[in-house]
């Protein structure tokens, strides 16, 4: 039976059904296979008004409306500006701003989807696991920074016998950050009080989004009352798609839980008795695996109630492991066939082909896998900042 049930699963995926109704039927069929059918449809309501009966869980919408207002008021536009007149005049200028803006709105983002993959991955870890989740952002500003000044490092040097653009002039660039300066605070503003324990990750979404709308509408005028049905259905798609994978992901986890299959999980690592950083890279690479075929949020709700116990028991540090994780899951996303971003970039650059766009992902692709291997070596990068400011 268990047999059959993992082969109606894997076809399911196969057949691209939505990873939230394939995660839904697998916790139905679960119950009807393994736990007496009919009797135990009673769970459903109960896992799912349990799933999300959490308070930090009012961040996510939050932070998905926060950058739905952003996107709409292209407030990421005036920022690419910014480092277009600050660092445009370096070898590979205008991917060296790119990264810059990128870089500001890595902490508070203007894309939807990015939203839900960084805070809304820390926030879903942090419900999952119990950890603070103002550890959780304190731990990636290190990394974050770093990988930042690598990709820069790596433009930089690639680009070095290139044509430069002209630099801006100091009247340019102190123009565009007074035009700026609004957009620019805003990560300060969310993150910093975060940091400094001002106001709680949910609070600082609510802050955010009022600060939001303040800049667009009465600063920038770039969004307009009309615009606000749009950015609310926007965002009500968003929230609606994370909170079905995780009711889909708890009925999934549920029978696996009922299956005792974490159990056996832990037992199999414990009795192979090999090393705990083989284990670890057997991690990374089934999460590698995963993030080929499976989106961000999925892969973090389906594997992280099984990891959890395998990492905390191997004496890993569970916040480090999250700045890994998260990593991974950013790796994932230009990881072929399914890695989103190169759609993206794919859909606003019609010229290139996908496989042009895969190559040049490359070697992005290995400073993040460098990053990780940085982190194995000194893991007091993400560990340090949350130890001295919490």
């Not at 660039?173 to 609004?182: C, S, T």
């Not at 600060?211 to 929230?239: N, Q």
Request: aromatic share 12%.
């Amino acid at each position: 039976m268990s047999a059959v049930y993992t082969i109606i699963i894997l076809a399911l995926f196969a057949l691209g059904m939505p990873v939230a109704f394939v995660l839904m039927l697998g916790g139905v069929l679960g119950m009807l296979f393994f736990l007496g059918g009919p009797a135990a449809f009673t769970q459903i309501p109960v896992i799912a008004y349990k799933t999300l009966d959490d308070f930090v869980l009012v961040a996510v919408p939050l932070y998905i409306l926060m950058s739905e207002i952003l996107l709409k008021g292209k407030v990421g536009n005036g920022l690419f500006e910014l480092g277009s007149k600050w660092l445009g005049h370096l070898p590979g200028g205008i991917g060296v701003a790119t990264i810059f803006a990128c870089a500001i709105f890595a902490a508070i983002s203007g894309s939807s989807v990015a939203t839900a993959v960084t805070i809304g991955a820390m926030i879903l870890y942090g419900s999952i696991t119990g950890e603070s989740v103002g550890k959780l952002f304190l731990s990636g500003i290190v990394p974050g920074v770093l990988m930042t000044f690598f990709f820069i490092c790596y433009l930089v040097f690639r680009c070095r016998h290139m044509e430069r653009q002209a630099a801006a002039s100091w009247q340019e660039r102190w123009a565009i950050l007074k035009e700026n300066i609004w957009g620019l605070f805003l990560p300060i503003l969310v993150v910093g009080g975060i940091y400094t324990g001002l106001f709680t990750p949910t609070e600082a979404a609510a802050v955010g989004t009022f600060y939001s709308l303040i800049i667009t509408f009465f600063v920038y005028r770039t969004v307009k009352l009309r615009d606000m049905g749009e950015i609310l259905t926007a965002t009500v798609k968003t929230t609606s798609m994370i909170f079905a994978i995780m009711i889909g992901a708890m009925l999934f986890g549920f029978i696996l839980t009922a299956l005792q299959a974490p159990q056996a999980l832990m037992a199999l690592v414990t009795d192979a008795q090999v090393s705990r950083w083989l284990v670890f890279i057997g991690i990374n690479i089934v999460l590698l695996a995963l993030g080929c075929v499976l989106e961000t949020v999925s892969i973090i709700l389906i594997t992280l109630p099984m990891l959890y116990p395998i990492v905390k028991s191997l004496g890993f540090d569970l916040i480090w492991f999250n700045v890994v994780m998260l990593i991974n899951m950013e790796l994932a996303l230009i990881t072929p066939p399914v890695g989103m971003n190169l759609f993206v970039i794919k859909g606003i650059s019609p010229d290139s082909t996908i496989g042009q766009i895969i190559r040049g992902s490359v070697p992005f692709a290995i400073i993040m896998g460098l990053e990780i291997v940085l982190l194995c070596l000194a893991p007091d990068l993400a560990t340090w900042l949350p130890a001295v400011l919490q």
